[in-house]
């Protein structure tokens, strides 16, 4: 985040007024995130090479999304690895690929492996022998064992081409903050959960100055089946992020969500309170906003496996975690 903030207070000619002692760390921050801003460049230039000569199309997921489309969430963004989808029926040929091209697996036992093959929407992570860097590919954005399914040939039929990337596709500006709040919501790692409001606050902004935005954002939502989690990132958009949201908009994804009981805000509370732990971590973290962590990640859980799935899974990883550790 620090780079985030040092975007912004450049942005509103800010540095003058830090103070002395503080700005070699905001200096520090924009040369890693423009480094970084380059790296993913290179790295997502390297991963077209790897897969154009096999024609397999893929898409840029997340952060190294808004970096090659050039918005205003990929300045300041940093992150840890690149995220690209693949179509399901060429993810063998696009991981063979990428081995041959010097991205490989890390070690994973065969429960781990199958785990990912068979439940999750991507492949299990590659590392990049000499770079070092991380790339997770997928086939879909939510796991297809999730009770939401959100159609991924829809995401395909609007996914727009990179004007500085040639080759390079990213999702629609609606899917692509309807993919930040699926997987901000259906995740159980909160730790990232300010930085990814930040993104779909930055995104929202961005795209909003279009009238018609907020209609097609709603639709799209039905039509992809994730109204519910659009409503909880408009709502903490605005508790956290005070991002200027219309009423219809947010009342427009809770009632497509079917929104409208006790658990709602009983969720929303969760969340909240975990999400805003993250602001006080270290300094006054309670008991209850531990528990509000906990239920979050026994949430995602619930929310990616049907439970005949989740209960031997988890009980497995609990019996077995010091010896697959």
């Known amino acids: ?142 796991p297809p064992t999730a009770a939401l399914k959100p159609d991924v040939t829809q995401l395909w039929d609007k996914a727009l081409a990179s004007r500085t990337k040639e080759g390079v596709f990213a999702l629609a500006p609606a899917d692509m903050i309807l993919h930040s709040a699926a997987h901000l919501f259906h995740d159980g790692e909160v730790e990232h959960g300010l930085r990814d409001l930040v993104d779909i606050d930055s995104l929202l902004t961005q795209f909003a100055k279009d009238d018609e935005f907020w209609i097609q954002l709603t639709q799209r939502a039905v039509e992809l089946d994730l109204s519910r989690p659009l409503y909880y990132a408009l709502q903490c958009c605005r508790i956290f992020l005070q991002t200027s949201i219309p009423d219809n908009a947010v009342q427009a994804s809770k009632t497509a969500g079917n929104l409208n009981g006790a658990a709602t805000h009983v969720v929303v509370y969760l969340l909240t309170s975990a999400i805003g732990a993250i602001l006080n971590e270290g300094k006054h973290q309670t008991l209850a906003t531990s528990l509000a962590k906990f239920l979050i990640f026994v949430r995602s859980h619930y929310l990616r496996m049907p439970m005949y799935l989740l209960i031997p899974h988890l009980t497995r990883k609990m019996l077995f975690a010091k010896e697959e550790r």
Request: proline share 6%; net charge positive.
């Open 1 to 142: 985040m620090l780079s985030r903030v040092a975007h912004l207070v450049c942005q509103h000619n800010q540095q003058n007024s830090l103070p002395e002692k503080v700005r070699p760390h905001i200096e520090s921050a924009l040369r890693v995130a423009e480094s970084q801003r380059r790296n993913v460049l290179w790295e997502i230039t390297q991963i077209h090479r790897a897969l154009k000569p096999r024609n397999i199309p893929f898409i840029v997921l997340k952060g190294g999304a808004y970096i090659v489309m050039g918005y205003e969430a990929g300045v300041g963004r940093v992150m840890s690895d690149v995220d690209i989808m693949v179509p399901q029926a060429h993810i063998i040929d696009a991981e063979r690929t990428l081995i041959e091209n010097g991205w490989f697996p890390g070690k994973l036992n065969a429960y781990d492996q199958r785990y990912y093959r068979t439940w999750m929407h991507e492949l299990p992570p590659l590392h990049h022998l000499k770079r070092g860097t991380s790339l997770d590919v997928h086939h879909t954005i939510l």
